[in-house]
């Protein structure tokens, strides 16, 4: 019904950037979120950032200062630009899209943070 589609991610150094972005498809209404998590080797997924359809934000506390979560509508897309990457950063970053009543999830895209 619901299609994410993540990109942008790959391979970068410290200190780098990366644009991920997130395009979703389909029969799409009553959004009330739409936000980033990531899964590192051996730990649990963890929310990055959401941005809600009135447009606030939350971030994990590791990534505030320098990632910011944007979204542009008519596309149906959200965007995390990610700055000052550390090798802490590193991870599997999924797309999600929060309705009213359920969730949707993107396949992923891998950041590797590494000189």
């Known amino acids: 019904q619901v299609q994410l589609v993540e990109s942008g991610g790959g391979l970068v150094q410290p200190g780098g950037s990366l644009r991920l972005s997130c395009a979703a498809s389909?029969?799409?209404?009553?959004?009330?979120?739409m936000g980033w998590y990531r899964q590192a080797p051996g730990k649990q997924r963890e929310l990055v950032a959401a941005?809600?359809?009135?447009?606030?934000?939350n971030y994990a506390d590791s990534v505030k200062g320098r990632f910011t979560i944007s979204r542009d509508n008519a596309k149906n897309t959200v965007y995390l630009q990610m700055n000052s990457l550390n090798p802490e950063d590193t991870a599997i970053y999924y797309c999600?899209?929060?309705?009213?009543?359920?969730?949707?999830w993107g396949q992923g895209t891998q950041v590797t943070v590494s000189s």
């Open positions: 389909g029969n799409i209404f009553s959004i009330y979120a």
């Open positions: 999600d899209l929060a309705t009213p009543r359920e969730v949707y």
């Open positions: 941005i809600t359809s009135g447009g606030s934000t």
